[in-house]
């Protein structure tokens, strides 16, 4: 992939962006920013961790029955408070919340877009310093302008996302958001402490050599992803291979290594847990956005992620993304 060396910043993208549509009101461009702006936040507690009294639990459970870490909370309190006192986002709905929050005041209800989020993905992992990050999701909102948000802006399928992106807090943080326009990549410029362009118009390669998978589950999934892992694990030059296991255990990791570099993202359903453990709305959608505008492909197993009817915030589904040429193998294994 070719880096580009031409500094441009977020926002200078974005409102060149918006040059080439006289009719855009700005409200989208505004809302990324908004995003950024809490996600350099983010990314300063992250790499004083150590350093703070934020690692470790925080003593409760969310709504999906999971161990809350400080690092979560802080996350989550300043995405809301920076899209609150925005003017760009009529509510918002969270990994870390019951339930949708509406942004009830006269700006806010003028506001076109909610915004869904895992304000920090893998945070199980913050203890032990590994690659962690945030994905956002932004959908145009289907009730009446001038009055709050309803939850029929939240369950929409992926399919009307305008925009999707994640941030992710590793050696460097970055920051990767796409729209019908394509994808592209933001890395954090510490010395002007701006999301500078590093990665323009990313597209997914069509195979890959890594494969993500919990093996650890293999005999909880159903024969046809235990056929599936098999044959990537007997790959060989004669037949396209051999392909690497690779499983970080944060989806944003994960994700964005195998579409930069390409590859096979699989958290399946198991036995006990058929629908599997990964949030249709604010974890499968916006990476499946990503990942399509980029080339390759998203399913649940069954069907295209996207096209799926969510029925509720924190609704659960299998998830297979990644490489087409690999995803078209994955489905044609019988």
């Not at 918002?92 to 989020?117: A, H, P, R, T």
């Not at 694990?233 to 944003?252: A, H, L």
């Amino acid at each position: 992939m070719a880096i580009n060396r031409h500094i441009q910043t977020l926002d200078e993208f974005t409102i060149q962006q918006m040059r080439d549509f006289p009719q855009a009101t700005g409200e989208l461009a505004g809302l990324l920013r908004d995003i950024g702006l809490a996600s350099k936040r983010v990314h300063v507690e992250v790499n004083k961790a150590g350093l703070v009294d934020i690692l470790g639990d925080a003593g409760t459970m969310n709504v999906q029955g999971e161990e809350v870490k400080k690092l979560d909370i802080f996350a989550n309190n300043q995405f809301m408070g920076v899209l609150r006192h925005g003017i760009s986002c009529a509510g918002i709905g969270s990994e870390e919340m019951d339930d949708i929050v509406v942004f009830n005041d006269e700006i806010s209800n003028k506001s076109k877009y909610v915004c869904l989020f895992d304000p920090l993905d893998g945070s199980s992992n913050i203890d032990v310093n590994v690659s962690i990050g945030t994905i956002f999701s932004i959908y145009r909102r289907v009730s009446e302008l001038g009055k709050p948000a309803t939850q029929e802006d939240f369950l929409q399928p992926g399919n009307k996302q305008v925009a999707a992106g994640y941030v992710i807090y590793g050696s460097s943080t970055m920051l990767v958001y796409a729209t019908h326009r394509g994808v592209n990549g933001f890395t954090l410029d510490q010395s002007i402490g701006e999301f500078t362009m590093s990665h323009p118009n990313i597209v997914c390669p069509e195979s890959g050599k890594f494969y993500s998978v919990n093996h650890g589950n293999f005999f909880q999934y159903s024969d046809k992803v235990q056929r599936y892992i098999t044959i990537c694990q007997q790959k060989t030059k004669e037949n396209g291979g051999p392909y690497t296991q690779r499983y970080i255990g944060s989806m944003v990791a994960d994700v964005h290594r195998n579409l930069i570099k390409g590859g096979i993202f699989m958290y399946p359903g198991m036995k006990d847990k058929p629908n599997g453990k990964l949030r249709l709305l604010y974890e499968c959608n916006p990476f499946a956005f990503i990942v399509e505008r980029a080339g390759g492909k998203a399913t649940d197993g069954q069907q295209r992620i996207l096209d799926i009817q969510p029925t509720a915030v924190h609704q659960r589904t299998p998830f297979f993304i990644g490489s087409k040429l690999m995803m078209d193998e994955l489905e044609s294994t019988s």
